[in-house]
């Protein structure tokens, strides 16, 4: 008899295929009110905020803002500007940038709606852990209803998830991928507690009739993975046999945020505007914003009031709002004209950042990277 392990194979002979249950049976969730329409293995969907038990505060028209134009920038900065953006790329030859005499420079004004609307919205699914003994509460009171939990919200206008247990409805039950064991055949040797030896590949010898001196001739050794028991400690209940069952709530706060760049006939595209700031002409936050009105463009009104009616209609059915706020940022952008070589060229020196665009630069070589 073989008194290597073998004796302790709890589980299917080597070679079978076992597969654990791959979700907990519904018999496993109580059922709790208000929270019946919970599925098994997954979230309800984000459950729509009560109505609130007061009106919310009306919005407040927002300060009117006297100035709405920058100063053009200088002749030296769009030139040092010029000259930074050269020396970055290693295939530019830094001659148009020093030795180019700028004709004219033509300043735009190109603004920036953007309106943000910090929402929080909450779920519920039934999740489990290992019962370490923690508290058991099912039934102890009624469970409070998703929306009527306390949570610590983080500061606005900042993503975050957190997840909390539902008060009342933890229950104890028997871990269900071991059916409450606490162990589960081990993967490796499938429950067999040893494998066919790699040396001897099963045959208990080597070179002739030597006897195989890693199996000591067994064709066999113990499996490491299990120590020879054939199984482990089962994943699901870390071995104790039993789990905490309860409903878990989550909740998600999100910024959501959309802007609105007014077209200009600079020439620039507007995908170079999204990773520059500009100067902030307008700043509003408030519980829920009024659209901007009075602005000096028509684009960006029509834009406030447009995405300030969207957000609304978008997020307040399955979330609940917890503040808004729009600003406008006036981003500069010259378009600057030299001269170099006895040619014309432009380039665009945009935002605080003072980036720089220039798609014809006229001196570029081919490097080769051995």
Same mark, same amino acid.
């Given at each position: 008899?073989?008194?290597?392990?073998?004796?302790?194979?709890?589980?299917?002979?080597?070679?079978?295929?076992?597969?654990?249950?791959?979700?907990? /049976?519904?018999?496993?969730?109580?059922?709790? *009110?208000?929270?019946?329409?919970?599925? $098994?293995?997954?979230?309800?969907?984000?459950?729509?905020? *009560?109505? /609130?038990?007061?009106?919310?505060?009306?919005?407040?028209?927002? *300060?009117?803002?006297?100035?709405?134009?920058?100063?053009?920038?200088?002749?030296?900065?769009?030139?040092?500007?010029?000259?930074? &953006?050269?020396?970055?790329?290693?295939?530019?030859?830094?001659?148009?940038?020093?030795?180019?005499?700028?004709?004219?420079?033509?300043?735009?004004?190109?603004?920036?709606?953007?309106?943000?609307?910090?929402?929080?919205?909450?779920?519920?699914?039934?999740?489990?852990?290992? &019962?370490?003994?923690?508290?058991?509460?099912?039934?102890?009171?009624?469970? /409070?209803?998703?929306?009527?939990?306390? @949570?610590?919200?983080?500061?606005?206008?900042?993503?975050?998830?957190?997840?909390?247990? @539902?008060?009342?409805?933890?229950?104890?039950?028997?871990?269900?991928?071991?059916?409450?064991?606490?162990?589960?055949?081990?993967?490796?040797?499938?429950?067999?507690?040893?494998?066919?030896?790699? $040396?001897?590949?099963?045959?208990?010898?080597?070179?002739?009739?030597?006897?195989?001196?890693?199996?000591?001739?067994?064709?066999?050794?113990?499996?490491?993975?299990?120590?020879?028991?054939?199984?482990?400690?089962?994943?699901?209940?870390?071995?104790?046999?039993?789990?905490?069952?309860?409903?878990?709530?989550?909740?998600?706060?999100?910024?959501?945020?959309?802007?609105?760049? $007014?077209?200009?006939?600079?020439?620039?595209? $507007?995908?170079?505007?999204?990773?520059?700031?500009?100067?902030?002409?307008?700043?509003?936050?408030?519980?829920? @914003?009024?659209?901007?009105?009075?602005?000096?463009?028509?684009?960006?009104?029509?834009?406030?009031?447009?995405?300030?009616?969207?957000?609304?209609?978008? &997020?307040?059915?399955?979330?609940?709002?917890?503040?808004?706020?729009?600003?406008?940022?006036?981003?500069?952008?010259?378009?600057?004209? &030299?001269?170099?070589?006895?040619?014309?060229?432009?380039?665009? @020196?945009?935002?605080?950042?003072?980036?720089?665009?220039?798609?014809?630069? /006229?001196?570029?070589?081919?490097?080769?990277?051995?």
């Amino acid at each position: 008899m073989n008194n290597s392990g073998e004796g302790y194979a709890m589980f299917a002979p080597q070679g079978s295929n076992f597969h654990g249950p791959s979700a907990p /049976p519904a018999s496993m969730f109580d059922s709790v *009110p208000g929270y019946e329409g919970i599925a $098994v293995g997954g979230g309800s969907g984000y459950l729509p905020p *009560p109505v /609130p038990a007061y009106p919310p505060p009306a919005p407040e028209p927002a *300060p009117t803002q006297p100035e709405w134009n920058i100063p053009s920038i200088t002749e030296d900065t769009a030139r040092e500007a010029f000259r930074l &953006y050269a020396s970055s790329h290693c295939c530019y030859r830094k001659a148009p940038a020093v030795d180019g005499v700028i004709t004219s420079m033509d300043a735009f004004n190109t603004y920036r709606y953007r309106l943000e609307t910090f929402t929080e919205s909450r779920s519920t699914e039934w999740d489990h852990e290992a &019962y370490t003994g923690q508290p058991v509460d099912a039934y102890t009171q009624p469970a /409070p209803g998703p929306w009527d939990i306390q @949570v610590s919200a983080p500061a606005p206008f900042q993503d975050h998830t957190q997840d909390k247990q @539902v008060p009342y409805t933890s229950s104890l039950k028997d871990c269900h991928n071991c059916m409450g064991s606490g162990r589960t055949p081990c993967k490796e040797c499938a429950g067999a507690g040893n494998k066919v030896c790699w $040396v001897c590949n099963g045959s208990g010898i080597r070179g002739g009739d030597d006897q195989c001196s890693h199996c000591n001739g067994r064709g066999r050794e113990n499996c490491s993975h299990c120590d020879g028991h054939g199984s482990n400690d089962c994943e699901t209940c870390k071995g104790t046999r039993q789990l905490l069952v309860y409903i878990k709530l989550k909740v998600k706060w999100t910024n959501n945020i959309d802007d609105f760049v $007014v077209e200009q006939s600079s020439g620039l595209k $507007v995908e170079n505007l999204s990773k520059v700031t500009g100067k902030e002409l307008f700043k509003d936050t408030q519980y829920m @914003v009024y659209p901007v009105m009075g602005f000096p463009d028509p684009a960006v009104n029509q834009a406030a009031e447009r995405l300030v009616r969207d957000h609304q209609a978008n &997020y307040s059915s399955s979330a609940r709002i917890l503040q808004q706020r729009q600003t406008i940022e006036l981003i500069p952008i010259t378009k600057v004209t &030299y001269k170099w070589s006895g040619s014309i060229h432009t380039y665009f @020196v945009y935002g605080n950042e003072f980036q720089v665009n220039a798609d014809d630069y /006229p001196a570029t070589c081919c490097c080769t990277v051995m």
